[in-house]
């Protein structure tokens, strides 16, 4: 069975600095990765995937993530952090067409 | 707007009743998604459906059900509604194809008192 692991319940950052927000995942099979974004009473905003090809992958908002199979990681990264970047972040996989997989989620919050 | 569309927005109801939560996808998906959420629990897959048909199956209680209809919307059904069954529950949509995303709705906020 696919599964997704979010090891930190709450990222804190300054303003300006760097941020990671790290996942592991276990798949059979090719892995199809994802980073979503939830701002408080939203739903959850697609960030950037990961389907095959360069292991550094750019989205929305100036995020990018570095998919490393040897790690099974995909840890999502952004050079300058911003306030408005506070958020809960969400890590997910796929594979052959089954249900998409949620890690339990990250608290990013990013300090002034 | 992801193009996904749940009514209602929020759900107030007692113990004991049953509700439906419906969801509309975006134009061309033809796979629903349902997810609960709640504090404690985090982001749970309830159920998947593709074109009418059941795809998967994640931890929905028997009280629960769900249905895709011939014009792709979406409904779940909540019976003998639990305190604990107070959460959020989203819907998303994607085309077929295992390496696209899904677009979410914006939830209905179901508490039961």
């Known amino acids: 069975a696919q599964s997704v692991a979010q090891p930190e319940d709450q990222v804190n950052v300054a303003e300006g600095n760097p941020l990671t927000v790290k996942c592991t995942y276990s798949?059979?099979?090719?892995?199809?990765l994802f980073w979503y974004v939830q701002y408080p009473n939203r739903g959850l905003q697609f960030l950037l995937k990961?389907?095959?090809?360069?292991?550094l992958v750019k989205g929305s908002y100036g995020f990018e993530a570095e998919f490393n199979k040897s790690q099974t990681s995909f840890h999502l990264k952004k050079p300058s952090a911003l306030v408005s970047d506070s958020a809960l972040y969400f890590c997910?996989?796929?594979?052959?067409?089954?249900?998409?997989?949620f890690g339990s989620g990250t608290q990013l919050t990013v300090l002034p | 707007d992801s193009g996904v569309t749940q009514t209602p927005k929020h759900l107030i109801t007692a113990t004991g009743q049953r509700v439906t939560l419906r969801c509309s996808p975006r134009?061309?998906?033809?796979?629903v998604y349902w997810y609960q959420q709640s504090l404690d629990q985090g982001l749970q897959f309830l159920i998947q459906?593709?074109?009418?048909?059941?795809?998967a199956k994640g931890n929905i209680l028997e009280r629960f059900s769900a249905q895709q209809f011939p014009d792709l919307h979406s409904e779940l059904n909540l019976s003998s509604l639990e305190l604990g069954d107070s959460a959020l529950y989203f819907c998303?949509?994607?085309?077929?194809?295992?390496?696209?995303?899904?677009?979410f709705g914006q939830g209905t906020r179901l508490t039961v008192v």
């Open positions: 997910a996989v796929r594979d052959s067409a089954r249900q998409l997989t």
């Open positions: 990961y389907i095959t090809g360069d292991n």
């Open positions: 798949v059979s099979g090719n892995p199809y």
């Open positions: 134009s061309g998906d033809l796979s």
């Open positions: 998303a949509s994607s085309v077929v194809q295992e390496n696209t995303e899904a677009f």
């Open positions: 459906y593709y074109n009418g048909e059941e795809r």
